[in-house]
C-alpha cells in the first residue's frame, strides 16, 4: 500500500515537497559482524515514531532518502536547476568506481528552494535487501570516505561550511579513537578524515564557490517542468 499512503500524505501535507519513508528496515544476507553495526544507518536504515517534518535543509533527522522518496512535480524542477548551478561531479555513486552519497538530499534543498519542506512518515516503510557485500570492512571504509568526500564539497557548495584539512591534531584524534575503540573503528575514523581532507582540496584545487541558493524565476521553473 505504499503509492496509497504517499498520495494521501501528500493530500494532507500540501507544504511538503518532498517526503519519504519513516522505516527503512534491513533484512541481511548475512548477520553483520558486532563492529560495523555502528556503521549500519550510513546504508539508510532507520525507524522513526511518529511523523518529522521541517523546513530547514540542515535538519538531517526529517531529510528523506532516496529509496522511497516521493518528490511533487514543481520541487523535480528545482532540484534539476539547483543540480544545474552546483555543476559538482561529487553527486551520487558512478558505478562500482566510487560510492559518493548526497544526491538525494537535494531534493530537501530543493524543497526549501521551493519555500516548501520536507519529512519523513513512519506509515511509509521500506524493505532495504543488503547482500553480504555491503558489509565488509573493505566496502564499508570506502563508504566512509566516499560520503565525508561528497558530504564535505556540497556542504561547502550548499552552506559555505569549509571542510577541514588533515593536520597534527586530527592524527591524533584517530589514533586515541584507536586505542579506545580498537582497529576497525580507528581505519573507520581514519577514512573519514581523508575523504574530509580530499573535499578540501578538491574545493580549492577547482576554485569552488558556494552556490547562492535564490529562488528561480516562475518562468523558468515552468519551462523545467514543461
Known sequence: DYLETAAGIARQYPYLGAFGAGKLEPEFEVRPAPEVVPLLPLLALRTVSSVLWSSNPRDFTCMPWGAGL???LKIACHFMELVERLGAKALGPRGRQNLYRGDDDLFSWASVFGGQGFGVFPELRVTHLIPAERLSRRYLLRFVH????????????????????????????????GVRNGRFAMQCKWAAARGTDKAKRYIVERELRPVELKKPKAAHANQGCD
Open 70 to 72: 516521493c518528490v511533487t
Open 146 to 177: 566516499d560520503h565525508r568526500f561528497s558530504a564535505g564539497v556540497l556542504n561547502y557548495l550548499l552552506s559555505a561550511d569549509e571542510p577541514k584539512g588533515m593536520d597534527l591534531f586530527c592524527i591524533a584524534h584517530v589514533i586515541l579513537h
